[in-house]
């Protein structure tokens, strides 16, 4: 199984993954989702998304696809969030 590493800028910890897990897609989705969405909610719109592409492709989308794309929505989101405090905070 290959692997990708999310390595983060704001000195949270990296987040290890399959690497057929599409980020560029969560990261161009999570950086138009507002950072004081809730995780709740984060993690139902892209578990819709993921069963919307599963209907087109499911030998693609099996359990840990799915769980660690989950995974990184929340990591990607986080990771927005801190972006966020530092920016704002001056430590940028």
Request: one cysteine or more; aromatic letters at 6%.
């Amino acid at each position: 199984m290959e692997t990708q590493t999310l390595i983060s800028q704001w000195g949270r910890e990296p987040l290890t993954i399959r690497a057929n897990i599409p980020t560029a897609m969560l990261q161009f989705h999570l950086g138009r989702t507002h950072i004081g969405t809730q995780d709740g909610e984060v993690l139902r719109d892209t578990a819709r998304a993921i069963r919307k592409a599963a209907i087109a492709n499911p030998e693609a989308w099996p359990r840990q696809v799915r769980r660690d794309t989950l995974r990184a929505a929340l990591w990607i989101h986080h990771e927005n969030r801190a972006e966020y405090v530092c920016v704002m905070s001056g430590r940028f």
